[in-house]
């Protein structure tokens, strides 16, 4: 079956990096666009960034030119690079891949930006 596994949150100040990994399994990891999504306290979820196969990336207006994101096809992993990290964007970070119809989604990881 289809599992993502997200870790790399953690607490951060203002200003610092994180970097946050997803796992894939169950999938031909190489065949799918991957997508980070982030929920924080009392929003809507919001999509962060894009990777697609090819490796073309798409980003949240929110965080252009601060977060970056890859992926490994070799360790079936996505990767969410984020830097100049603000108190906003405190959030839990979900990895997901649609399979069709189907959208599968992680535990999450949380991420908390706080002096």
């Known amino acids: 079956q289809v599992q993502l596994v997200e870790s790399g949150g953690g607490l951060v100040q203002p200003g610092g990096s994180l970097r946050l990994s997803c796992v894939a399994s169950g999938i031909v990891f190489s065949a799918y666009t991957m997508v980070w999504y982030r929920r924080a306290p009392g929003k809507e979820r919001e999509l962060v960034a894009v990777?697609?196969?090819?490796?073309?990336?798409n980003y949240a207006n929110s965080v252009k030119g601060r977060f970056t994101i890859s992926r490994d096809n070799g360790k079936n992993t996505v990767y969410l690079r984020m830097s100049s990290l603000k108190p906003e964007d405190t959030a839990i970070y979900y990895c997901?891949?649609?399979?069709?119809?189907?959208?599968?989604w992680g535990q999450g990881t949380q991420v908390t930006v706080s002096s």
């Open positions: 990777i697609s196969n090819g490796g073309n990336t």
């Open positions: 997901n891949v649609r399979i069709g119809i189907t959208a599968y």
